[in-house]
């Protein structure tokens, strides 16, 4: 009896709990789902390699969480020196965001890896002591493709990367192109030899000579070897161009940068003289963010093409809006209202030199230079150096269009007449202009050097450029897309021409 009643309370106990906790249960509010979180900052990798844990941010693309089957390209983008792998995200760079932008406007879905660098410049140590670039290679990019559901092929990963970043993201495909297919350089960070030799010494001891080996080294000693197997400049000669040109290269460099864009921009013409395809961009700016967004417009919907297998890009390819109705006088001649009304004297006389461009296309030209000058006390010459050389033309028109001042655009082959007769302009302004072997820069006269990354002028752009910073002469720098139309890109660089006029 006592065994029954003993069990009977048992099983009214069970009972009772089971139904409060069915209660407790039935009563408890819904569980929102974790939302979503396209970037994640400081996740962690343990590296063998480096036995240490190496950090990373992520951004994923909208929408990765819902279709489950979608895999995506990939780009892995370093920093600076002294930033880590929270900068391209930060308070200045804030990379995620320029990324949604260019995103709401047509980019196609890609992973953002952001690894933690330190200051390795992205390589091995000269010594064995810290093999960065190897880890990066033989753990980080396995894992991410292990973790992550990316497309896991050379041809859906890309390096990009800012200053040091920049010297890493070039290096590390040149070294790796089994791994990627794409390259930007943004305001690479690195030096001529000249540049290094020069260096202070902490200056190359703390920054450079500890991973490439020579410190405490003086001039040609901090050249070593293992510096030259990573230096562009050393790199792309004529030997390695099966092995470099398996990569897609996008280099750009602000005009402003205080040494980086002689290097850049030597880069450039090693490039163009062993027959390197690449994109080059130099643009008004120096060593900021900034400039670094805005290069992103470009670079992020380049990598996405390629990636795609559009082999011929070109994005900034768009009507040049001519200006109509704008009246010459019979020999083509073109004069402001402000001139004419001052007694066809005073102002600017700019001098347009080209060789042998149709009578249309010069007009069009003339017509974009034109344009909003009203008030401007200018008259525009339309000068053909196959007809006649610069200085001829000078003389030619001097005295039915005098003027207190004579100002010279050259284009093309018409480059070097007009660079013969230098001295008689205030202001050069050269559009895909050839300038001839020997270029020195006056500091009393205006440069604008316009180039495209195809122009046949880049070496005596390079020289004119180069011979800017040294004379410490006034210019302004740009190398544009090429455009395979003529017609646009000619009239694309007069309206940087334009854009870049100096006191007129």
Known sequence: MKTRLSLFFVAMVLATTCACNGNREHNLPDIDPVPFERYSS??????????MVIKYDILLPEGYDKD??????????????????????GQYM???????????????????????????????????????????????IPMIDKTYRTKAD?????????????????????????????????????????????ESQNGWNNQWG?????????????????????????????????????VHWFLTCGDNEEQLLIANDDLHVLMRDNGYDHEYRVWDGGHSTSYWRGAMEEVLPWFSSIMAGEGDWQKTLKEVKVPENVSFSPNGVFETKAYSDAGHKGGVALYMFHDGLSENLVKEAIAILQDGMALKKLVILPCDTQKKKASEWVDFYKNTYPADSRQAIAIGKAGESVYKCIDLFSALYCENADLGASVTADKNIFYYIGQCDEGSGYGSANA?????????????????????????????????????????
């Open 464 to 504: 004119l450029y180069k011979s800017c910073k040294e004379n410490e002469a006034e210019f302004e720098y740009r190398c544009r897309n090429h455009l395979d139309d003529a017609r646009t890109d000619l009239l694309t660089g007069i309206a940087y021409v334009k854009s870049n006029l100096h006191n007129i």
């Open 210 to 246: 500890k991973v490439f080996g020579g410190v405490g080294e003086s001039g040609p000693g901090r050249l070593t070897d293992y510096y030259k197997e990573h230096c562009p400049l050393h790199q792309f000669t004529s030997a390695n161009k099966d092995k470099y040109s398996s």
């Open 94 to 140: 804030k990379g995620e965001a320029k990324i949604k932008s260019l995103e709401a406007e047509g980019l196609e879905p890609m992973i953002y890896v952001f690894p933690m660098g330190y200051t390795s410049y992205w390589c091995d140590r000269y010594d064995g002591t810290f093999p960065y670039m190897t880890m990066l290679a033989q753990e980080f």
């Open 68 to 89: 489950t089957d979608k895999s995506y390209p990939v780009v892995y983008a370093f920093h600076g020196y002294g930033d880590d792998n929270t900068s391209w995200n």
């Open 154 to 198: 050379r041809g859906h990963r890309a390096t990009i990367g800012y200053s040091m970043g920049g010297f890493g993201a070039m290096v590390f495909a040149m070294k790796h192109p089994e791994l990627v297919s794409m390259s930007a350089p943004l305001s690479m960070s690195f030096r001529t030899d000249e540049q290094y030799m020069k």
């Open 42 to 51: 400081n996740l962690t990798f343990n590296s063998k390699l480096l036995d």
